[in-house]
């Protein structure tokens, strides 16, 4: 017998909802969708590297460019609930993560930039959402955890950002800086997008560490342990083929309804 498939308009109840699996990149939609709003800087140390906001982002990003892949600790709180596990990265956009859910067990999510499964096997359950198909209807770049660590200036609002200051993150110099997001400012409070973001970069562009707040409450604290940088990777880590008997959803046309509804807010 092979794999259940389960139409968008009859998917029956289970552990995972659309928002929770198009956000499983970030662990909540809340960091996918805010992440890039974050950043810009301060002159840089005496080297003059960078004299400007705009310079410091440049060199950041660059050095971030040189990074073709990477392997992360990560830890989340958020919503109540906790999330821990591991993210391997593979450029241009390959993904696969681990992550232990507190309530739900363990989740793989997995994405060779065309396809992405997010895997629940106690339930035996796999969703998937075809990228290629959002990107067409879209046309911005999608949300996802793994090119935000590498790139957190992708979708800056201009004009926001500030330094804060200088601060050791696991014992890794970074510099933390506050920004407002492209998405989720105006929206409304129930809509639970943040306003605000705090993220504290290493010297080589990488994310450590980030809180998104909606006014004074902060909706997740997300830290990142960069394990390895330019791993060996072996293939078959980012696609999936389900086993026989999985029900498979196709949540395609849920992941563009949210997108469009977190533009209008």
């Known amino acids: 017998m092979g794999p259940r498939r389960t139409e968008p308009g009859r998917a029956r109840a289970t552990p995972t909802d659309p928002g929770r699996t198009i956000a499983a990149l970030a662990g909540v939609v809340l960091a996918a969708a805010a992440l890039a709003g974050l950043l810009a800087g301060r002159a840089a ?9 705009d310079d410091l982002v440049r060199v950041l990003r660059e050095r971030a460019r040189k990074v073709n892949g990477f392997l992360a600790e990560i830890s989340v709180r958020a919503g109540g609930t906790t999330q821990s596990g591991t993210l391997l990265f593979l450029a241009p956009e390959s993904v696969r993560m681990e992550m232990t859910i507190s309530g739900l067990g363990t989740q793989t999510v997995v994405s060779d ?26 046309h911005r770049p999608l949300p996802n955890q793994a090119t935000a660590i590498r790139d957190v200036f992708e ?15 696991q014992g890794t110099k970074t510099r933390l800086f506050e920004g407002i997001p492209e998405t989720g400012v105006n929206a409304p409070r129930d809509a639970r997008l943040p306003d605000r973001i705090r993220a504290w970069v290493g010297e080589d562009g990488l994310l450590r560490r980030q809180v998104l707040m909606r006014g004074r409450e902060v909706l997740m604290d997300a830290s990142f342990r960069i394990k390895d940088t330019n791993p060996r990777i072996r293939a078959g880590l980012f696609t999936f083929d389900p086993p026989s008997g999985y029900e498979v959803q196709d949540l395609t046309e849920s992941t563009l309804k949210s997108l469009r509804s977190l533009e209008r807010g």
């Open 113 to 138: 930039g065309r396809t992405l499964w997010t895997i629940t096997p106690q339930a035996r359950l796999a969703t998937k959402v075809d990228l290629g198909a959002v990107r067409k209807s879209w």
């Open 155 to 169: 979708v800056v609002r201009p004009g926001t950002i500030r330094f804060v200051k200088d601060e050791p993150i």
């Open 45 to 53: 140390a005496a080297s003059g590297a960078a004299r400007t906001p």
